[in-house]
């Protein structure tokens, strides 16, 4: 069979099972909307099953910079029909992993990370043809932005001639052997949002999700310094940490709204680190020792944001063992239910699929059933509405099976996302 003919095939075979269990269509079995079903069979009200696929530093793809534009292509395309073959519905693919662009932007330069210059036209259009592709073969396309990383590297003169942040050195801070856009001026608040809006002019595509990056992850003995903006921009808050809480509020809310009045189908989320406060600091945290707390230090309200409805749904990355001592993910799980109860921000599960196997990590990742289990733990909250697996890379190797696992523990049946 040839190959075209073998992605005819795929995608028209995919086609006929994703009508086929979406429709419930199997006798004897009766769905419910919004509960568990045995057998893995989804609810008729869809299940998120997703992947990310991130490009920065060529983590998943393309599996180094240079390759022909036929090779990236090739390398995108098996990409999707590995989320196709898992029974997956949807890919959160990182078109903006550091202010560039994996399509021809109006506002910044080509990614690097596909020619290895950055500002270097690749000859294709990755995010359109990610976009179309997905599309062919029944999967979603959620297009995954990084506000405020400017490079992973601390040398402005390395950037692309044409790069915002060449042009505009004010905006920018050096912080961590990093660069940063400051989130603390109003003209970088508007350009983050403009510069992600014109993917989704462009592009039909069916989300926008940010990561866990906002200001940056603390650095021992170091300061972010944002004294200037501070003070041009910070009367009338209690303290710093208020003032730059305030200032990722701003983006997530116009953000939402710009969204929803450009295309209105497409939906808004946020993947945060899954702690937002510890019980400790906060009686309305978690169970939890995290050493890192979204809301003070990344300042990050996560929970504000599902609270206020500016979010379509939140994806905390859950990336620890059932029974991890300092955060447990069966603690983990219904905290988060609770807060979006009640809410209009639909709850999706980040799993770590990259620490399976991985013999730095803790004795329970060595077991393939861990990641199973994530899932059976998670049914008995009606809250949650799936799970989106860290990352492309490891959803195609599989080394120790745990992706197996999952599928054949509970995706027997292919299932469409939320609506």
């Known amino acids: 069979m040839g190959r075209m003919s073998r992605r005819a095939f795929t995608v028209a075979a995919l086609s006929t099972l994703v009508a086929a269990g979406d429709a419930g269509a199997v006798p004897g079995r009766t769905v419910t909307a919004g509960t568990p079903a045995s057998g893995g069979m989804p609810t008729a009200s869809g299940e998120m099953r997703g992947m990310w696929l991130a490009t ?12 022909t534009a036929s090779a990236q292509r ?20 990182q ?76 905006w920018v801070v050096a912080y961590g052997g990093k660069l940063y856009y400051n989130p603390g001026l109003p003209q970088v608040r508007v350009f983050v949002q403009t510069a992600i809006l014109d993917a989704v002019r462009r592009y039909p595509v069916d989300g926008v999700h940010f990561d866990d990056y906002f200001y940056p992850y603390p650095v021992a003995h170091e300061t972010f310094d944002d004294d200037a903006a501070y003070a041009a921009h910070g009367r009338g808050f209690p303290s710093r940490a208020a003032w730059r809480r305030d200032n990722i509020d701003q983006l ?35 169970h939890t020792r995290a050493g890192v707390q979204t809301y003070d230090d990344l300042y990050a309200d996560t929970r504000k944001w599902v609270r206020s409805g500016w979010l379509d749904y939140v994806c905390p990355q859950l990336y620890w063992n059932v029974g991890f001592a300092d955060a447990d993910y069966a603690e983990l799980v219904p905290w988060w239910a609770r807060v979006v109860d009640g809410t209009r921000t639909q709850l999706y599960l980040g799993e770590a699929l990259y620490k399976a196997g991985d013999p730095a990590q803790p004795a329970a990742w060595q077991d393939p059933a861990e990641l199973s289990r994530h899932l059976t733990l998670a049914r008995r909250y009606p809250q949650v509405r799936g799970h989106v697996f860290f990352a492309a890379k490891e959803v195609a190797a ?22």
């Open 56 to 67: 920065v530093a060529n983590r998943d793809w393309p599996s180094r910079s240079g390759l």
């Open 74 to 93: 090739a390398e995108l395309l098996a990409l999707l029909d590995t989320a196709v073959r898992h029974r997956l519905n949807t890919v959160f693919f």
């Open 95 to 170: 078109v903006r992993p550091s202010a560039d662009a994996l399509w021809p932007s109006t506002y910044e330069p080509w990614s690097q990370y596909l020619t290895g210059t950055q500002g270097a036209d690749p000859g294709w259009d990755p995010l359109g043809t990610a976009v179309e592709e997905a599309h062919a073969r029944g999967l979603q396309l959620h297009a995954w932005f990084n506000p405020y990383r400017v490079a992973t590297h601390a040398d402005p003169e390395r950037l692309a001639l044409s790069h915002p942040a060449r042009r505009h050195p004010d």
């Open 252 to 286: 997530v809310r116009e953000t939402a709204a710009r969204l929803r009045a450009l295309r209105p189908a497409a939906r808004f989320g946020i993947s945060p680190f899954g702690v937002w406060r510890n019980v400790e600091t906060d009686f309305r945290g978690s």
């Open 398 to 419: 599989d080394p120790i099976g745990a992706m197996a696992r999952v599928v054949a523990d509970h995706y027997e049946w292919p299932a469409k996302p939320p609506r």
